[in-house]
C-alpha cells in the first residue's frame, strides 16, 4: 500500500474538510482554531500589521498577558509600557525605578495584570503594582551584582518567580514573603575545586511548564543545565552540580561559544540558542548527566542528536528564542541581519523569513492563543505580525545571499575569537611594550620638552590600556542591548 505524500494540494483538501466538519457539527471550535493557528498556509502569509511607538529607547522586552489583548513592554528609555495592541493605544506607561535599562517583563499569573516583575542592567528585580486610577506603586525585591537579562515565573503561580544575573547567581522570589532566597552561584563544569572554579555568567533561565520543580539556565559557556529547585531548596553549600546538561556533541569542551537564550516547549523539549552558532532542540533522553566532562566520547555518540536550526546569525545582541504555534509546531528567532526566522520544528524546514528591523531583531513574542506575534529590536518600536493577504513570497528572493552573509560572519568570527581574559592580557602586554617603549627612547626632560600635541597623543595611547586594565569600559550602559 503506498503512502499519499503531502503536498500544498493534499493540505488544502484537508482544510476544506475540517472547515466542513465545523459547519455541520463533527469538530469542536476550540479544535478547528488549534488546527488552522498551526497552519502552514497562514504562517507564510504573516506579515507587518502595525508598530506599537511610544517608548525613547531600543525596546528590549515584551509579553502578552494571558488572555492575550494586553502586551507589556519594557525600553531602555526604563518606563514600562501597557498596550492595548488590537488599537495601537497606550493604555497605561510608568516609570520603573531602574537605573538603567530594562532586558526583562513579566506578568504575574492570576492578578488581572496588576502585578508586574522587571529586571535590568542595573542588577536590580523590580515589582510595579498597578494600583486604582492608573497608579503604580514600585519597589526593589532583589538585587544581582551584575546585568539581570531574564526572569522566570512559575507557571500558573502569582507569587514565585526566578532570576539569574551576570555574577552567576540564580534567586528564587515569593512574594508573599517579601524576601529572596539565594539558590545557587553557577560555576564551570570544568573545574573539580568548586570553591576555586570559574563562574558562569547567566543570561537565560526558563522553568518546565509540565514540571514547574525542573528550571534550566544558560550562560557563558557551551553547557545549558537543568535543575530541580526540591533539591536546592535544601542544599547547604553553594554547589550548583545540576541535574542534567545538554550539549551539542560538537561543542562539548570547546570553550569558544555561549548560550544567549532557553525556551521549554509544552512537551519539555529544550530550545538552546547560542552565539555566534546555531540554534539546538534537545529531547529528554538527549542529556549527558550533571557532569558532561566525565561521560566518554563512546557515551556521547550514544546521545542522539538535537534537532539544528540555521540561516540566522546571533552575535551582536543576547537574542531570544521561542516555539510558535498552538502545539509548538515552529521555532522562531532574529537575526543580526535584521530578518526574522521561522522553522518548521519537526524537521528544521525553514518556512517564513521576513524583514524586522533596520539593524537587529532581538526578541520574538508570540501571541498566546492566535496565529500572530510580537517583535522587538534596536529600534523604538514593537512590530506586530499577522497573517494578511500579500503577494510577496514566504521567503524573499535573496534568501540564499543572506543565509551565506549569516554563515559566513559566524565563521570569520570563529575564526578569531578571543576570550575575554586573552584579550585583557593582550591589552596589558601591550600597555606595557608601550611604556617601555617611550622610557627607552625619551627621558623626563624630553616629555616637558614635546609639542603639546604630542604628549597628548602618547598619553592618550597609554592611558587607553592603563584604564581598560583597571575593568574599565567605554560601553555605555545607557545604549541598546548589545552584548
Known amino acids: 500500500m503506498e503512502m499519499e505524500v503531502d503536498t500544498p494540494r493534499k493540505r488544502i483538501r484537508v482544510g476544506f474538510d475540517e472547515i466542513r466538519r465545523r459547519e455541520v457539527g463533527f469538530s469542536s471550535p476550540t479544535f478547528f482554531r488549534r488546527y488552522f493557528s498551526g497552519s502552514e498556509v497562514l504562517v507564510k502569509q504573516i506579515n507587518l500589521q502595525g508598530k506599537l511607538a511610544g517608548h525613547d529607547g531600543c525596546v528590549n522586552a515584551i509579553q502578552f498577558n494571558s488572555t492575550g489583548d494586553i502586551l507589556v513592554s519594557g525600553s531602555d528609555d526604563r518606563q514600562v509600557v501597557f498596550w492595548d495592541w488590537t488599537t495601537q493605544k497606550k493604555k497605561l506607561s510608568y516609570d520603573s525605578g531602574h537605573l538603567d535599562n530594562i532586558f526583562q517583563t513579566k506578568i504575574m499569573p492570576l492578578t488581572d495584570d496588576r502585578i508586574i516583575v522587571t529586571s535590568s542592567a542595573d542588577g536590580q528585580v523590580r515589582l510595579g503594582q498597578v494600583k486604582e486610577h492608573g497608579k503604580v506603586f514600585t519597589k526593589k525585591l532583589g538585587k544581582h551584582q551584575g546585568r539581570v537579562h531574564n526572569l522566570a515565573v512559575e507557571p500558573g503561580s502569582p507569587h514565585v518567580l526566578y532570576s ?68 536546592c531548596q535544601w542544599s547547604s553549600n553553594d554547589d550548583s552540580t545540576p541535574l542534567d546538561t545538554f550539549c551539542p556533541r560538537h561543542l562539548i569542551k570547546s570553550n569558544e561559544v555561549h548560550i544567549t537564550a532557553l525556551a521549554y516547549s509544552s512537551s519539555s523539549e529544550l530550545l538552546v540558542s547560542y552565539n555566534d552558532e546555531l540554534i539546538y532542540l534537545f529531547q529528554k533522553d538527549m542529556g549527558m548527566g550533571p557532569d558532561p566532562c566525565s561521560v566518554s566520547p563512546i557515551q556521547t555518540q ?47 524546514r525553514l518556512v517564513r523569513v521576513m524583514f524586522g528591523d533596520r539593524r537587529v531583531v532581538n526578541q520574538i513574542e508570540p501571541h498566546p492563543h492566535v496565529a500572530m506575534f510580537a517583535s522587538c529590536g534596536i529600534e523604538k518600536t514593537v512590530k506586530l505580525w499577522c497573517p494578511s493577504p500579500s503577494e510577496s513570497p514566504p521567503l524573499p528572493d535573496n534568501i540564499e545571499k543572506i543565509m551565506e552573509s549569516n554563515k559566513q560572519g559566524r565563521e570569520d568570527h570563529s575564526r578569531v575569537y578571543l ?33 603639546d600635541d604630542d604628549n597628548e597623543g602618547r598619553d ?5 590600556f592603563s584604564e581598560g586594565e583597571e575593568g574599565s569600559s567605554s560601553e555605555d550602559p545607557r545604549d541598546c542591548n548589545i552584548s
Not at 303 to 324: A, D, I, M
Open 302 to 348: 550514544k546521545l542522539g542528536e538535537p534537532q539544528v536550526y540555521t540561516g540566522h546569525r546571533n552575535s551582536q545582541t543576547v537574542k531570544g528564542v521561542s516555539f510558535f504555534g498552538p502545539s509548538d509546531e515552529y521555532v522562531a528567532t532574529g537575526s543580526d541581519c535584521g530578518h526574522i526566522f521561522i522553522w518548521e520544528k519537526k524537521d528544521a
Open 460 to 464: 592618550a595611547y597609554v592611558m587607553a
Open 164 to 231: 539569574c544575573g551576570e555574577d552567576g547567581i540564580v534567586q528564587h522570589f515569593d512574594l508573599r514573603t517579601h524576601s529572596c532566597t539565594r539558590l545557587f552561584c553557577c560555576s564551570s563544569l570544568a573545574d573539580n575545586d568548586i570553591q576555586h572554579s570559574k563562574k558562569i555568567r547567566l543570561n537565560s533561565i526558563v522553568i518546565d511548564p509540565r514540571n514547574p520543580n525542573y528550571f534550566g539556565v544558560g550562560g557563558s559557556d557551551e553547557y545549558a543545565r537543568v535543575y530541580d529547585i526540591r533539591k
Open 419 to 451: 576570550s575575554p581574559d586573552v584579550i585583557m592580557r593582550i591589552l596589558r602586554l601591550q600597555r606595557n611594550q608601550a611604556v617601555a617603549y617611550i622610557e627607552s627612547r625619551f627621558d623626563r626632560a624630553d616629555f616637558q620638552d614635546s609639542d
